[in-house]
């Protein structure tokens, strides 16, 4: 999609906005605020366009949110900016303390580097890429995106250009360009076309300069609620009855970039907040939630999640929930306040739902403890949705029967790549769960030490899905592949 044909800053500034352009008519969107000193510009805009004009009055929230969809989907394609960039700038004598911008939309006509990383951010967000990878090797750098959980190449910018993308970069997050010896992290709020996006920014000093990793968090997306993350319907029915229990701990694990805070924040906004006091505390806070107290961490003052969560218990909380259990203070600490009334949700790294109680009990927790506060532990991972722009059937291969069941239809999915999601063959994710109940006869294993293998087989006994079989329902639909599949669990 071309840019529309007035900048941003001009069409934001003075109120106009091309809504339509044909060869004999155009539509003009007005705000119906329209001040005296934007008539002369709305006169300039009607004798450019040259033809006859329909000019439309809207009111002030109608045309803000008409400009941000005509805006925030037009493209500058970074790897050409980064090329022209490239060629534009003296390589010897770059500027790097650049000023900070607004919204990257009106910053057309900046310096090069300004352009440059704003044109790899504005790229990024209207791509929903959850983040951004500046790597810097011998003789280029390299520019990558992950996008629906992989990292795609986007850009190779040249190598002298490195050290000033990564200065400005650390000016927009507030960091010392002086230290490139340490790694540093920092905090960006920008906007595109008004959308808010928060930007957590890390540096990492290597062996041919800093890498830069940028992850994003559009505060402008819904969050999603219990039925919207792809569970069983019998899941979201026990894992919203775990919610209920008055008091326990309640985990949620995978690896990183797994889904875990997103189900957490749709636990919560599944409980009332009027009636119950509910306190979290992360790092970072990623999203606001009405009603909740949020608490995030941080180590420079000494305020860990340890600390943190002493002072919570001070606060008289109903529920509490813990972006991470990291060590034996955390565990303990969630731990002591289940037992003493208190629903604690909390994540935590493993690979499945069996080991996060034997990684707990190798943190020091007392197994006879756990056995007495643990609920129920959700494993999950993300798997990518097809695209349905260009998904098509296909038969099933002897290899794909083998490896996932006799179970499945004579017919799978797969989809060759398109426009619409830019060759991958997928677009968007949804989760695939494997949902523990903790009942009497697992916290009796749990209270003698029974290893995982035990566990994972009483857990199956009593009808827990693992993640490849849970997975299974989204193949005969067409919502996700068998390659897919087997990628994310790799059983």
Not at 221 to 233: I, K, P, T, W
Not at 309 to 336: C, F, N, S, Y
Not at 366 to 376: D, H, I, T, V
Request: charged fraction near 25%; hydrophobic fraction near 45%.
């Amino acid at each position: 999609m071309s840019r529309p044909p007035l900048p941003y800053a001009f069409a934001k500034a003075h109120g106009i906005l091309i809504a339509s352009q044909g060869p004999t008519q155009a539509t003009l969107l007005v705000r119906d605020d329209l001040r005296t000193e934007s008539l002369a510009a709305l006169a300039e805009v009607r004798r450019t366009l040259a033809v006859p004009v329909n000019i439309d009055c809207v009111p002030l929230a109608s045309f803000q949110a008409r400009l941000a969809e005509a805006y925030s989907g037009s493209e500058d394609n970074a790897a050409e900016i980064i090329a022209d960039v490239g060629q534009e700038v003296d390589l010897t004598q770059l500027m790097t303390e650049l000023p900070a911008v607004e919204d990257l939309l009106e910053t057309q006509d900046d310096a090069p580097i300004i352009r440059m990383i704003n044109a790899l951010l504005s790229q990024a967000v209207r791509q929903a890429a959850s983040d951004v990878h500046i790597e810097p090797f011998e003789h280029s750098s390299l520019v990558r995106f992950r996008r629906d959980g992989v990292l795609v190449d986007v850009a190779h910018p040249h190598r002298a250009l490195h050290a000033a993308m990564a200065s400005r970069i650390k000016i927009m997050a507030s960091l010392d360009i002086a230290e490139k010896r340490q790694p540093q992290d920092g905090r960006i709020s920008l906007r595109l076309a008004g959308r808010e996006v928060d930007v957590r920014v890390s540096t990492l000093p290597t062996t041919w300069g800093e890498r830069i990793v940028l992850r994003l968090l559009d505060k402008g997306s819904s969050q999603r609620s219990l039925d919207g993350l792809g569970m069983a319907a019998d899941t979201v029915e026990y894992f919203a009855a775990l919610l209920r229990e008055p008091h326990g701990i309640v985990l949620v694990t995978g690896p990183t970039g797994s889904g875990k805070s997103t189900t957490l924040y749709a636990a919560l906004q599944a409980m009332d907040a009027q009636s119950s006091n509910i306190v979290t505390v992360e790092d970072p806070v990623e999203y606001d939630l009405p009603g909740v107290a949020q608490l995030q961490v941080n180590a420079r003052i000494g305020l860990t999640f340890g600390k943190a969560l002493r002072a919570i218990l001070r606060q008289d909380p109903d529920v509490i929930m813990i972006g991470e259990i990291r060590d034996l203070e955390t565990a303990q600490i969630a731990v002591q306040a289940s037992l003493t009334g208190h629903l604690v949700l909390a994540t935590l790294h493993t690979n499945d739902a069996a080991s996060a109680v034997t990684r707990l009990v190798d943190m020091g927790v007392e197994p006879f403890l756990l056995a007495s506060s643990l609920r129920g532990v959700l494993a999950q991972r993300l798997v990518r949705k097809l695209c349905p722009a260009c998904r098509r059937r296909q038969a099933i291969t002897t290899a794909e029967r083998e490896l996932l069941g006799n179970s499945l239809p004579d017919h799978l999915w797969h989809a060759p790549g398109c426009a619409e999601c830019a060759g991958s063959g997928y677009s968007g994710r949804t989760g695939i769960y494997e949902l523990m109940v903790a009942d009497d006869s697992l916290r009796s294993l749990i209270h003698s030490a029974a290893d995982e293998t035990r566990l994972r087989t009483h857990a199956r006994a009593q009808g827990a899905r693992s993640l490849r079989e849970d997975g299974l329902r989204f193949l005969a639909d067409g919502i996700s592949s068998a390659e897919e599949l087997l990628r994310v669990t790799r059983e």
